[in-house]
T-cell receptor, first 112, second 113 residues
């Protein structure tokens, strides 16, 4: 079982819709959770970080964490074509140093 | 520019040569991480360093790869005797502390011919 799993997609949504990206993790020692956006040929860009159960909102982005279900999600409201990218879920596991463990990423396509 | 800096952005090496990749962390950050992204694959952790110390090198190949973060100057990822399979994007990230947010540099795209 992979430590961090994401649907590879592609996930296609129309412009203006809500895009929902999901991620599950296997290690209950996971303590910090991050969403990165990566455009093709570019480096990962930090979108959201979340450390405790519940929702965290920042502009059009909402991260949701459920530690009991080992599940973290990212909602993008009012999706724009410029949101088309690969979204990477990453976790840091307690007592494994500070390294990020990444999922394979979900490719999002927002159609005008 | 207070962001993470990496150079060179593109590096071409022949098989058997050495590659040196440099990373300067974001201002105020003392923790540096190196990740590798192979074509069509995910990002994989390689090594975590603080000034003059390697904290975690569990993701580094045992041979040909080394990393350092000296007291003065950038962090260096060194690949000796490169092979075609080393062709990848190498990203450096930095953070202010362990477990915190990591910010990535633009990456070095290494091509081995």
């Amino acid at each position: 079982q992979k430590e961090v799993e994401q649907n590879s997609g592609p996930l296609s949504v129309p412009e203006g819709a809500i895009a929902s990206l999901n991620c599950t993790y296997s290690d209950r020692g996971s303590q910090s959770f991050f969403w990165y956006r990566q455009y093709s040929g570019k480096s990962p860009e930090l979108i959201m970080s979340i450390y405790s159960n519940g929702d965290k909102e920042d502009g059009r982005f909402t991260a949701q964490l459920n530690k009991a279900s080992q599940y973290v999600s990212l909602l993008i409201r009012d999706s724009q074509p410029s949101d088309s990218a690969t979204y990477l879920c990453a976790v840091i596991i307690y007592n494994q140093g500070g390294k990020l463990i990444f999922g394979q990423g979900t490719e999002l396509s927002v159609k005008p | 520019n207070a962001g993470v800096m990496q150079n060179p952005r593109h590096l071409v090496r022949r098989r058997g040569q050495e590659a040196r990749l440099r990373c300067s962390p974001m201002k105020g950050h003392s923790h540096v991480y190196w990740y590798r992204q192979l074509p069509e694959e995910g990002l994989k952790f390689m090594v975590y360093l603080q000034k003059e110390n390697i904290i975690d090198e569990s993701g580094m190949p045992k041979e040909r790869f080394s990393a350092e973060f000296p007291k003065e100057g950038p962090s260096i990822l060194r690949i000796q005797q490169v092979v075609r399979g080393d062709s990848a994007a190498y990203f450096c990230a930095s953070s202010a502390g362990t477990g915190g947010e990591q910010y990535f540099g633009p990456g070095t795209r290494l091509t081995v011919t």
